[in-house]
């Protein structure tokens, strides 16, 4: 305990700026807000390793905003990697389909575009390096050590299983792995990021740290 806090005074959690909290709330996504803060609070302690903060799953930017902002303030950089064609629900006819992110000239979704624009509107485009493609394909050509590991991507048991495979043997010792949409109840929503966390804990690899939501933090040991 650091000298200036005083047994049982809360302890103040590092928080984004009030522009990057104004665009995570403007930005299209799906990450509410106290998972949002709890991602940035992780994020920014993990920035202090002085690694690349990597997210799998960019969407249009909405939790990309939160990692960036912690990037900035420790110097280091965002990677994040997503194909930008949507997941299997995001898909015509699915939940969580937004009419809005078709291109038409293609006739299929492209997030990219938006989440150019999500990031320069927030001042953060120079603190990440986006990545184009299948989380797969990338995770094999990797090779530098990671702060952070933030598993979003696709939701299915092979998508999943493979970023969880493909990127935690990236994450340095201390190092944080994020998985978010963890329903230990399956009346609450998809299982596949539950099994990856089953796995990360049963691993041994991993310390668990608080969850907040969906959202589940474990430490590298
Ligand atoms: C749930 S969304 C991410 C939401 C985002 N993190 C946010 O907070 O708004 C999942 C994203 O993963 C991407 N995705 C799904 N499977 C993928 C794969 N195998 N490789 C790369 N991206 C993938 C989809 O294109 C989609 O944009």
Redesign the pocket.
């Known amino acids: 305990m650091s000298a200036a806090v005083r047994a049982g005074e809360p302890v103040e959690r590092p928080a984004p700026s009030a522009r990057t909290r104004a665009a995570f709330e403007a930005?299209?996504?799906?990450?509410p807000l106290d998972e949002?803060l709890a991602l940035y609070a992780a994020a920014a302690e993990a920035a202090l390793l002085g690694l690349p903060l990597l997210?799998?799953?960019?969407?249009?930017?909405?939790?990309?905003l939160l990692l960036a902002d912690a990037a900035r303030a420790a110097g280091v950089t965002v990677v994040t990697?997503?194909?930008?064609?949507?997941?299997e629900e995001?898909q015509p006819g699915w939940e969580?389909h937004d009419p809005e992110l078709v291109d038409p000239r293609v006739g299929r979704?492209d997030?990219l575009p938006a989440f150019r624009r999500t990031l320069h509107a927030a001042g953060l485009e120079e603190h990440v390096v986006a990545l184009v493609?299948?989380?797969?394909q990338?995770a094999a050509l990797w090779g530098t050590p990671l702060g952070l590991v933030?598993v979003?991507?696709?939701?299915t048991e092979e998508?999943a299983t493979?970023?969880y495979e493909g990127w935690t043997p990236h994450l340095a010792p201390g190092g944080l792995l994020a998985i978010?949409?963890v329903f230990p109840d399956p009346a609450d929503g998809g299982q596949a990021p539950h099994h990856i966390h089953e796995r990360a804990l049963a691993s041994g690899a991993f310390t668990p740290l608080p969850a907040t939501g969906s959202l589940r933090l474990l430490r590298r040991r």
């Open positions: 930005a299209k996504g799906f990450m949002g997210e799998i799953g960019t969407y249009c930017g909405r939790s990309t990697v997503d194909h930008h064609r949507g997941s995001q969580y979704m997030t493609g299948r989380s797969p990338i933030f979003d991507g696709g939701h998508h493979a970023d978010h949409d």
